[in-house]
């Protein structure tokens, strides 16, 4: 994968290098494409993206999970993986259910990832295929617009959305280097709209609007209401893709065992250990896993001005965590 990243790097060198930019998190160069930041060499690179525009083929099953990172990802790939595959390991069959061993990221390949594998995800035709990205809307490829096929938005509160990403690169930080990330540099950042896959509040407006104009394509979801009653927003998670649950199945409790099977609980004891593929350890994408947890590290200042940015950006949005 490093060696296709470096091809594709070099194969859109030229069209990146001349884009305005910029510094991000871990201190590195950013570029400013179609409105948003990318990084030139993680996974989620200004070349991945533009390749992906240029070469991948959707199709109007295929399924995608769409977030900004620290939105839930984790949880929401968990979630999608275990309504697909539920016949396949179910309470009958011996098979352990790789959510009890794997981490949901290695069992939900991103987009981002799989345009660099050498031999494809889902090798079976007929098979349904669940992507994530965490690629904004006016920038996906257009095949994934014009397959028809399903999308699955998740947002989260932009301050537990901010607090979450600083613990989360302070601790990546803390395998290379000393130098520690601050609050307020993180702060800064976040509300001037720099980082991957930023500005925060376009990318979950360019989601929003789209969902509404497209109901049946677009499904849009926060990580606060999923929190607050997950039974629910898992049936509906499953009708919209296509996997409803039977009456049968909702009487044998099988929305219930989906939801104890993906708690944070139960997710973060398996993943206290080891690294995911692409290297980074699985427990980094555990932390609280709590609403409001924001409450406990943001000051009244930060608290402030996050708020004023959010009423402003979200203006006549119905949009509420
Ligand atoms: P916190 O840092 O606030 O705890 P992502 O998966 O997009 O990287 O987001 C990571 C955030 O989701 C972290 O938030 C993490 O703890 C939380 N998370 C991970 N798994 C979860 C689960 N099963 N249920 C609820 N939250 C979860």
């Known amino acids: 994968e490093k060696a296709n990243l470096a091809l594709i790097v070099d194969r859109y060198k030229e069209s990146f290098t001349s884009l305005p930019q910029g510094k991000g998190w871990l201190g590195e160069t950013l570029y400013l494409y179609q409105g948003y930041w990318y990084p030139s060499i993680t996974f989620i690179s200004i070349a991945t993206v533009m390749a992906l525009q240029d070469t991948?083929?959707?199709k109007p099953t295929d399924i995608y999970l769409v977030t900004q990172p620290k939105s839930g990802t984790t949880w929401i790939k968990a979630l999608a993986f275990a309504i697909?595959?539920?016949?396949?390991?179910?309470?009958?069959?011996?098979?352990?259910?790789?959510?009890?061993?794997?981490?949901?990221?290695?069992?939900?390949?991103?987009?981002?990832?799989?345009?660099?594998?050498?031999?494809?995800?889902?090798?079976?035709?007929?098979s349904t295929r669940l992507f994530a990205t965490h690629m904004p809307y006016n920038s996906l490829p257009q095949s994934i617009l014009d397959s028809g096929c399903r999308l699955v938005y998740m947002c989260r509160n932009p301050k537990d959305v901010l607090v979450s990403m600083f613990h989360f690169v302070n601790k990546l930080k803390g395998d290379f280097s000393h130098d520690v990330l601050k609050l307020e540099d993180a702060f800064e950042k976040f509300s001037k709209g720099i980082g991957s896959c930023y500005p925060y509040w376009d990318h979950v407006k360019g989601y929003y609007k789209a969902s509404l104009e497209h109901p049946t394509r677009i499904l849009f979801l926060t990580y606060e209401n999923m929190k607050m009653d997950t039974a629910n927003n898992v049936k509906r998670l499953a009708d919209f893709i296509g996997y409803p649950f039977t009456k049968e199945e909702e009487d044998n409790g099988v929305v219930q065992e989906i939801v104890s099977l993906c708690s944070f609980k139960s997710l973060s004891d398996v993943n206290k250990h080891g690294k995911?593929?692409?290297?980074?350890?699985?427990?980094?994408?555990?932390?609280?896993?709590?609403?409001?947890?924001?409450?406990?590290?943001?000051?009244?200042?930060?608290?402030?001005?996050?708020?004023?940015?959010?009423?402003?950006?979200?203006?006549?949005?119905?949009?509420?965590?």
């Not at 011996?94 to 987009?111: E, K, Q, R, Y």
């Not at 001005?305 to 949009?319: A, C, P, R, S």
């Open 276 to 321: 995911i593929v692409s290297g980074v350890p699985s427990h980094a994408f555990f932390r609280e896993g709590e609403v409001e947890d924001w409450k406990k590290h943001l000051t009244k200042e930060m608290t402030h001005i996050l708020d004023e940015i959010t009423k402003e950006k979200f203006h006549g949005l119905d949009i509420s965590f």
């Open 84 to 126: 697909v595959n539920r016949t396949r390991y179910n309470n009958k069959c011996l098979v352990t259910h790789p959510l009890l061993t794997i981490n949901p990221h290695d069992c939900v390949p991103f987009i981002e990832n799989e345009i660099l594998r050498s031999k494809p995800t889902y090798m079976d035709e007929n």
């Open 56 to 58: 991948f083929q959707a």
